[in-house]
């Protein structure tokens, strides 16, 4: 009787590696295969065209006038206002009186507007990535990354004219002159970053603007200087004038006969770092645009206008959602 010989061991496997490792190794292709997929999916379950969800809290800071922290994804930002007072007079250093309890006297807002507040620089910004936040930042002196987003920021609250001038001046009751100005520090930390940092900051600056009350004050003739009342009942909320929403997009070319160009909602982290071509809307409302940005690749009209379709539609969740925390006047 004859043995049959043992079987012959399988064929070894193809060389392969994990998603994760395959990530690393291969971004670009990566992200392609999955966009290239039916239907065509990002590596973190999104549609091309779908934004994360945000949320939003306010008043999150004791020691700030106005304070929010807003997060979309794993990006979380929070933001904190300050107001100072700069006065114009000669020889008051910008002395603040803060009144007794129970004293009294008058205070009156301007009439008029102008362009006080970039004039004047009555608005000092500043991003600052939270150590931790990232595993590519780390203490140390501010990165150009974050300087960059810091000027945008600067440049879209000023270019928007969201904050009344009116509101922060201080008058002489008795004559109606500005005698002083309130001055704010928008402070805005990333404690959480994966990806499209601007949209996260500029949302919880428009939100601590919105929660931002300042003390009423007045300039006092007698003394020279500006008297400030302590009692919160007298706080006076900041005029914000309108709503305005950023949305950031990454674009990338897949080939012609393999979709072409696909835009990406919302980027992460990781299709920022593979994407070269990045566009930004800034939406206001009735449908409004106040701001586009552009930035590498060759841009087209339709994916302009794509953009914009869906930055119009960002911008009513956002709407949504501060008329939900803020209230329907902010």
């Given at each position: ?19 994760a490792t395959f990530q ?36 999150s800071l004791s020691h ?31 002395r603040i009186v803060v ?232």
């Amino acid at each position: 009787m004859t043995t049959a010989p043992p079987p012959s061991p399988p064929p070894p496997n193809p060389l392969s590696f994990p998603p994760a490792t395959f990530q690393k190794l291969a971004p670009k292709i990566f992200l392609e295969r999955h966009l290239q997929s039916t239907p065509a999916t990002r590596p973190s379950g999104r549609n091309p065209d779908t934004f994360r969800t945000p949320s939003l809290h306010t008043n999150s800071l004791s020691h700030a006038h106005g304070s929010a922290v807003v997060r979309t994804g794993d990006t979380a930002v929070v933001c904190g206002v300050r107001g100072e007072v700069l006065s114009l007079a000669a020889g008051t250093g910008g002395r603040i009186v803060v009144l007794r309890t129970g004293e009294d006297g008058r205070g009156k807002n301007g009439e008029g507007e102008g362009d006080e507040v970039r004039e004047r620089g009555l608005v000092v910004t500043n991003l600052e990535m939270g150590t931790g936040c990232s595993r590519d930042y780390h203490p140390g002196p501010p990165t150009d990354f974050a300087q960059a987003v810091t000027a945008r920021l600067h440049r879209l609250l000023l270019s928007n004219k969201l904050i009344s001038s009116q509101s922060l001046r201080i008058l002489d009751p008795n004559t109606e002159e500005v005698k002083a100005y309130w001055v704010l520090y928008i402070d805005a930390v990333v404690i959480s970053l994966d990806g499209n940092v601007l949209d996260a900051a500029w949302a919880s600056i428009l939100a601590a603007l919105r929660s931002t009350r300042l003390p009423q004050a007045y300039w006092d003739q007698d003394t020279e200087v500006v008297v400030c009342y302590p009692e919160v009942s007298r706080y006076k909320s900041l005029d914000v004038k309108g709503l305005a929403f950023t949305a950031s997009f990454a674009v990338i070319d897949l080939g012609a006969g393999k979709g072409g160009k696909v835009i990406l909602s919302d980027p992460d982290e990781f299709e920022e770092g593979v994407c070269g071509e990045r566009v930004m809307v800034c939406a206001l409302e009735g449908e409004k645009v106040g701001w586009i940005e552009k930035g590498g690749g060759v841009g087209q009209v339709a994916e302009v206008v794509e953009c914009v379709h869906r930055a119009t539609e960002r911008f009513k969740i956002w709407e949504q959602l501060f008329a939900e925390v803020l209230g329907s006047s902010g």
